[in-house]
């Protein structure tokens, strides 16, 4: 469940990026945030294990665009 969740939300925050613009992180974070409290499926996602997400996803993002 949480596994499938992630991945939704992954994709949610790409498309929505893309289209608007902004960087999928300004989406993925705070939603990442917002499920660690409200939800204990979340309770691995801390702050920073969050921003470290965030970190290695835009690596991977840069190596891909150059």
């Not at 949610?12 to 409290?37: K, M, N, R, W």
Request: aromatic residues 12%; negative net charge; glycine residues 10%.
């Amino acid at each position: 469940m949480v596994v499938f969740l992630c991945i939704l939300i992954g994709f949610l925050s790409a498309f929505v990026g893309s289209i608007v613009g902004f960087g999928g992180g300004v989406i993925l974070v705070p939603l990442l945030l917002i499920l660690h409290t409200f939800t204990p499926l979340f309770d691995w996602a801390t702050p920073s294990t969050i921003v470290g997400i965030s970190l290695i996803i835009m690596v991977f993002t840069a190596a891909s665009s150059t």
